[in-house]
């Protein structure tokens, strides 16, 4: 049987119910006592262990909305495991997972059924499948959506793919709707954006890479909001990264249509100037953009009109990172430099901790109907401890994950995850004895 737990002297910070406030975390058999101001009210259950944390802060654990598993040019130590570990070494309770076309399928119901059973058993974070909109993300055929679903699926995508077939998007948004199934896509108009590795500019022009305009991203966008006012599905659009696509999301949300959205942190932390050394660590899909972009993601966060805040972990092995920059391949693992990234922007001023962590955490859970994202009482207790203050560098051979290919390696954060913990069980740990009380 599992001691209770009581973590005294912390700042609570749960967005589901509007609490940032000093108190304690009283955790009982897996669920969550109380939580905030009042929770020294209930007493201290026989037995219970007892952390003092200083002022240090607990939240509800992360909940990944947007992670790739089993990608083509993943190295092959890259298994269920070592991306749970990396999740729970980056303070992720909940891992929503993506296929990648060419990479493990996700358009069966054994494909689905076999990605559940791993993320339930053989990872220390659970993995929740989405799965593929058209048989092996060649948009021409629409997989079982029904069946999936009863599988375990989530939610439909079509990993970076954007469907060029407009008339089969609008029947899968109607199939996807009636099975109340979220559809996640990405947004680039793909003979605009075919070949492209950079934002069109002088940036671009400068460095003599192929690129694409901004207007790629929001072409597609407008076109899945006019299916999506036309259908009625709930759409969510995977990741945004232009000024021009918050917009397009900003007024489709004041009509009034089940529309959410996200962006990635590595959109919010770059702008396309990071790539002047030509260092493929900076490839990335969409492309990074120019900072006027990255200052509106930011605002739209601080705003409401983007909703979530995602790693897009991408494994890729040395050899896929290792080339000229336009023939690298894009992506760069996320899950345990998200938390620390995410931070500058509060850190920064640009956005509050208790937003923060909604983005991080609350939406995400509510987006894809998953347990998580909340410290109320009788939940489950999925939470991490962070410590605000800490400094320290990113090291990326300290990494969970088997692949390194980060952007982010060498940099300075301040905030570090203390612990993480699942079901009222530490997942991850970092010097958290240190704080226990005899």
Known sequence: MVKPLIFTNARIIDPSRQCDEYGSLIVIEGKIAAAGAQAHNQGRPEGAKHYDLGGRVVIPGLVDGRAFIGTADSLPGETVKTTGAAAAAGGVAALVAVAEKGGAPADTVTAIRALCAAGQNGSLVPIYPVAALTKGMEGCELTEFGLLRAAGAIALAEGHETLRNSAILRRAFQYARDYDLPVMLETQEADLSAGAVMTEGWQASFMGLPAAPRAAEAIALQRDMELARLTGVRYHAAHISTAPAVEIIRQAKAEGLAVSAATSINSLSFNETAIGAYDSAWRFFPPLRAEEDRQALIAAIADGVIDAVTSCHEPRSADAKARPFAAA??????????????????????????RLIEVLSTRPAQIFGLPGGTLQPGAAADFAILDLEETWLFAKDKLASACNNTAFDKMPFQGRLIAGFINGKAVYERNLSNLSVL
């Open 329 to 354: 391949a894009a992506g760069a693992v996320g899950l345990e430099s998200l938390l620390p990234a995410a931070l500058r922007l509060y850190h920064s001023g640009h956005i509050s901790l208790l």
